[in-house]
């Protein structure tokens, strides 16, 4: 079939650079991608651009009926701006082509399949060939190498292994680098912390959140601080503030690297830091980025802020176009001190939908009004309470009851508290705090509801 051969630079051609004694000395696992001259990567992008296009027109029916819709022809594609024409694919498409409808293979070639984190009903679902998940490790090891990973790495994975997608991705790529790789999942805090003195751990790969919640667990675990080892943190999967990020690394004694990604886009993999810490490099031979302005959805040019759309442009199992990520950023093109040459795109400044991401769990507030709704003794009114205390973060669900009477009635009250507190554990995936409270108490709004009050920022 026509467009079935990914162009140039055989997918094969990543191999170790050379590796660093220690974490300290840089590296650069694949010297070729990771170096190339802008214009020779521009070049580069706009072949696997339109291979990317043909592939999805020829292969996956909603792309084709898309394209087809939107007047693209695949073979017109002449230039990288010539993508303005082609359509942005969003979370919604996934969802509505539940599970498999975005695929571009048939099953036999899919060996791995994720799904997205916390979402309740139809989640995302990715599916990987062979090739992806090469392709994955790949990226994953540029990024942990560029982090300063490598042969002498002993790494605790504490990412749940699971659907989500951040374990194995960082397992895969560590591996591919020569990293000991300790699968110990989430949790289980005590065991990690024992592991991590009796096995030398130097390497933690978590979410920020995570990585503080065990140094504080490590603090009173009863051994000194000198029994662990700790060198570097791969974190990511949720924000973190420079402030979080110095008491993670004051109270480990290791230095943090951020790394980002999305499920729908393979997962961790995308983007990652070097040492010098002056943003996250792109993969761009992997990942075409662009800025747009979420409201009018136009392009903006580099170092504007707004949000990140991302096209795929190796992945065979489930390629996107122009995925709206609704994480905002800006990019910049500028070349590190590092010698990477790939664009870096800065921290991820917040979202452009009402997605909150609490303790590594993505979570929409629709899905707490779906766990609400058509529950007996509460009304339909309800808000979230977001709060960072200390560095972690807690939700609040504040639901109001149709009869205040049933506050003086304790065991009705708790068993209408327990239940929606099971429920919205199940479904979220994550512990809320629920309150209860008098009818006729919580903002009426004349407008959008404003469902969320966010107070981690302030
Ligand atoms: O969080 C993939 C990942 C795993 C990335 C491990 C890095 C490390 P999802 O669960 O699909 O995938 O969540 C994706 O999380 O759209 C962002 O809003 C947020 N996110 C991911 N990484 C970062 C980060 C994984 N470094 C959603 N900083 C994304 C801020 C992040 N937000």
Known sequence: MKGDRIPAFS??????????KDMSEPMIFDPQMETMPRAKMRELQ???????????????????????KAGVDPDKIRELSDIQYIPYTTKDDLRDTYPFGLFAVPMKEIIRIHASSGTTGKPTVVGYTRSDIETWANNMARIVTAAGAGEHTIVQIAFGYGMFTGALGLHYGLEKVGAAVVPCSSGNTEKQLMFMRDFG????????????????????SGFPMSDYH????????????????????KNWGMFVTDNYGLSELCGPGLSGECRERKGLHINEDQFLCEIID??????????????????????????????????????????????????RMYKIKGRSDDM?????????????????????????HYQLIVRREGFHDTIEVQV??????????????????????????????????????????LERFQGKAKRVIDLRGQ
């Not at 997918?11 to 660093?20: A, H, I, N, V, Y």
């Not at 592939?55 to 394209?67: E, G, M």
């Not at 751990?201 to 009173?220: D, G, I």
């Not at 950023?329 to 070349?335: C, K, L, M, N, V």
Request: glycine share 8%.
């Open 46 to 68: 706009l072949e696997r651009l339109k291979w990317a296009v043909r592939y999805c027109y020829d292969r996956v029916p909603f792309y084709h009926d898309r394209l087809e």
């Open 356 to 380: 909150l991401k609490i303790r590594g769990v993505n979570v929409f507030p629709s899905q707490v009004e779906s766990v609400l709704v058509g529950m007996d003794k509460i009304g339909p």
């Open 11 to 20: 997918l094969g051609s990543c191999k170790r650079f050379f590796t660093g």
């Open 294 to 343: 979420p409201n009018t959805l136009d392009v903006l040019g580099d170092g504007a802020d707004g949000e990140l759309v991302v096209t795929t442009l190796t992945k065979e199992g489930i390629p996107l176009l122009r995925y709206r990520t609704k994480d905002l950023t800006r990019i910049t093109p500028d070349p590190c001190a590092c010698g990477r040459t790939t664009a």
């Open 201 to 220: 751990t130097n390497t933690l790969v978590a979410t920020p959140s995570y990585a503080l919640y065990m140094s504080e667990c490590a603090k009173e």
């Open 230 to 249: 700790l060198e570097l943190g791969l974190l990511g999967s949720e924000g973190c503030t420079p402030e979080m990020r110095d008491q993670i690394e």
């Open 400 to 441: 109001e009851l149709i009869d205040g009477s049933v506050l003086e009635r304790y065991s009705e009250l708790e068993e209408l508290h327990n239940r929606i507190k099971a429920k919205l554990k199940s479904v979220l995936g994550l512990e809320a705090k629920v309150s209860l409270v008098e009818p006729k108490t």
